[in-house]
């Protein structure tokens, strides 16, 4: 397996890392440390959470399995703050106040004394980024953080950050964290230039397309039980639409050709799109696991490039990742569904 560095840092990461948002909810706290333990034996180094997923619990989860297996220190290890965590007007958001206490909570539910890569889950268009990167500033003099990132920033807003940084000489993002996958491609425009010309990381979330690259939606309006449409709200239901089942049953086609399940050659096609770090995999079982961990090894053949253009043009979407996005403007509207929206 040949690894990457974290943006310009120097840092080296699997070509995947482990998304642990279901540990906690759905998946339950013993399975959710098996899948930790084997991915860190199949070769990933890189693991990410975030403080509200499941309310905590994914970063107690990972914390306990890291004290209980004793590899805290040979994973890099990234976790998110923004959302709300409790009910007071200060317990969410990108204030000092804010960020400086929920790094003191994530680093005890995580069991350790720094966090590798904090990351802010989404941007603010209210505060400064003054504040909160004078905040981040803080954290890493501190020692509390090694690094800090950004998650699903609108291009000129990671443009704005790293502008600030240097005009203030505060610490600056190595990384971004933006959904990606073939069928919302519109990140290709502007982000992956401006990451690829400052030196950040793109570590896309949902490069499945939350399963839909999957096979695991034939229609937009019943859905498999227990999968993610069946089980969460219509931010997620909004996203499967005709045109990205279309796509995903050409993409069931082309792995049969290969030899690979349809998960692999989607996950393998994010893995391979230039700007890439890691793709975020959040398995939800040990199977789903199992499923991408031959990918370490694997490589995009080039002649498969133009055929994966295709079918969704570069720097376009037939689905709406940025759905759940304040700043995002655009709409994605599919064919059979113009006009409804």
Not at 6 to 28: D, E, H, I, K, Y
Not at 201 to 219: K, M, Q
Request: hydrophobic content about 40%; some cysteine.
């Amino acid at each position: 397996m040949n690894y990457r560095p974290l943006g310009r840092t120097g840092v080296q990461v699997s070509p995947l890392c482990l998304g642990a948002m279901n540990f906690g909810g759905p998946t339950p706290e013993n399975e959710s440390i098996t899948l930790l333990d084997r991915a860190l034996d199949g070769g990933i180094n890189f693991i990410d959470t975030a403080n509200v997923y499941n309310a905590g619990e994914s970063e107690r989860i990972v914390g306990k399995a890291l004290a209980a297996n004793g590899r805290r220190d040979q994973i890099v290890l990234a976790t998110k703050v923004y959302g709300k965590m409790g009910e007071g007007p200060n317990e969410q958001g990108v204030s000092r106040y804010h960020l400086l206490k929920a790094c003191e909570d994530s680093l005890r539910r995580l069991q350790t004394d720094h966090i590798d890569l904090y990351q802010l889950h989404r941007p603010s268009l209210t505060v400064p980024q003054d504040e909160t990167l004078r905040a981040f500033d803080d954290l890493v003099r501190s020692g509390k953080v090694r690094f800090i990132g950004c998650s699903t920033f609108p291009a000129w807003k990671v443009m704005e950050a790293l502008a600030v940084s240097q005009s203030y000489n505060l610490v600056r993002y190595i990384s971004e964290q933006p959904p990606y996958n073939l069928l919302d491609r519109r990140i290709e425009n502007e982000l992956v230039p401006l990451a690829q010309q400052h030196g950040l990381a793109l570590l896309p979330w949902s490069p499945l397309a939350g399963g839909i690259l999957a096979g695991r939606y034939t229609s937009r309006h019943s859905f498999p039980a227990g999968s993610r449409a069946d089980r969460t709200n219509v931010t997620f239901r909004d996203r499967i639409t005709q045109r990205g089942i279309d796509v995903a049953v050409a993409v069931s086609r082309m792995a049969a050709e290969r030899n690979l399940t349809p998960s692999q050659l989607g996950l393998l096609w994010v893995m391979e799109q230039p700007g890439v770090t890691a793709p975020i995999l959040g398995p939800r079982t040990l199977a789903h696991l199992e499923d991408a961990l031959p990918l370490l090894d694997l490589n995009l053949a080039d002649s498969d490039r133009p055929l994966f253009d295709a079918l969704v043009h570069p720097g376009t979407a037939v689905a709406d990742f940025h759905n759940s996005n304040d700043w995002m403007k655009a709409r994605v509207f599919d064919s059979h569904t113009a006009g409804h929206n």
